[in-house]
Nanobody, 122 residues
């Protein structure tokens, strides 16, 4: 497993931007499937974005969110632009030991961060 710590959450007005970061330790993640999930109040967890051999985005965030890596820093980030109130959630970084060219299923992620809160006001 790898230890993950998220940062960068906060309160922002609709239309604004935030950049979430996830710092990994215990293992180099340059060839590890990394993803961002979110869980809003009263909602199920959503698979927001994935970075591996390719990338994936939840339909509702396509064109607004971008997942990226900094292999030198062993981090993965989520740039969130044009934020909407419905983006309000706790955002979690996750790592999967298996899967690179194929997007892992949610239950295949074996390392999770503690989460960072994103609140978008209207």
């Amino acid at each position: 497993q790898v230890h993950l710590v998220e940062s960068g959450g906060g309160l922002v007005q609709a239309g604004g931007s935030l950049r979430l970061s996830c710092a990994a330790s215990g293992r180099n993640i340059s060839r590890t499937s990394m993803a961002w999930f979110r869980q809003g109040p009263g909602k199920e967890r959503e698979y927001v974005a994935w970075s591996g051999g390719t990338s994936y985005y939840l339909n509702s965030v396509k064109g607004r969110f971008t997942i990226s890596r900094d292999n030198a820093k062993n981090t993965v980030s989520l740039q969130m632009n044009s934020l909407k109130p419905e983006d309000t959630a706790t955002y979690y970084c996750a790592a999967a030991s298996t899967g690179w060219y194929v997007r892992p299923k949610e239950n295949e992620y074996d390392s999770w961060g503690q989460g960072t809160q994103v609140t978008v006001s209207s």
